[in-house]
């Protein structure tokens, strides 16, 4: 067995239940990104200490973190005061990858730069169709014939960046904003695992 000296540390990061965080890091197990990859995630950190997401990952026996940004409500600059401390909180790991799984936070520019090519997001549209929030309601309401989800590199500007890979998904004559999202997601959980592990073995 080839022996990696120094090991790919992956941050991700989640706000919610952490369905595609869950995904990644099966797919991590699966397909031995560790000893294929000298890859693995060195923890998962959540912006909610509710995050149903945290308990998911310590199941899985994943390192977990919490950096409130709620806590920081009263600072001049909660939003930057919030994004320092979690970027210490990350780097404390000497990240390959910092990955957004679910992670509810308008990121500051500042925090987007420093992990500039290594910050990775997958988002619900087909971009750069529908950036923002209420992808699948305005994909029906444009009558889209297709939708989908798309992974990309994070850069400074709003769900942009180079597209590192897509899936498409029909948009039926029945589907509501929630019947699509829920096929969106299947989608995502097939297509995250793939662009990191794609992503990694870019790397070498």
């Not at 308008?106 to 290594?118: A, D, K, N, Q, S």
């Not at 994909?139 to 899936?167: N, R, Y």
Request: proline share 6%; hydrophobic share 50%; charged share 15%.
């Amino acid at each position: 067995m080839t022996i990696i000296a120094e090991m790919k540390n992956i941050v991700i990061l989640i706000s919610g239940g952490g369905s595609n965080m869950q995904a990644i890091a099966q797919a991590a197990l699966r397909h031995r990104w560790a000893e294929r990859l000298g890859a693995r995630i060195a923890t998962v950190i959540s912006n909610r200490p509710e995050a149903k997401g945290l308990t998911l990952a310590a199941n899985m026996g994943l390192p977990t973190e919490v950096v409130d940004h709620l806590a920081f409500a009263d600072r001049p600059d909660p939003r930057t005061a919030f994004d320092d401390v979690l970027r210490q909180a990350i780097d404390a790991h000497q990240p390959t990858l910092v990955v957004l799984a679910g992670f509810m936070r308008i990121l500051t520019p500042g925090f987007v730069v420093h992990y500039e090519g290594r910050l990775m997001n997958i988002h619900p549209s087909l971009l750069p169709a529908f950036p923002g929030l209420d992808t699948h309601a305005r994909a029906i309401q444009a009558g889209c014939w297709f939708a989908g989800a798309t992974v990309h590199l994070v850069t400074t500007e709003l769900d942009h960046g180079p597209i590192l890979a897509q899936a498409v998904v029909p948009v039926l004559s029945d589907d509501t904003a929630a019947s699509l999202a829920a096929r969106v997601l299947t989608q995502e959980h097939r297509l995250y695992p793939q662009a990191i592990e794609q992503w990694l073995m870019q790397q070498d």
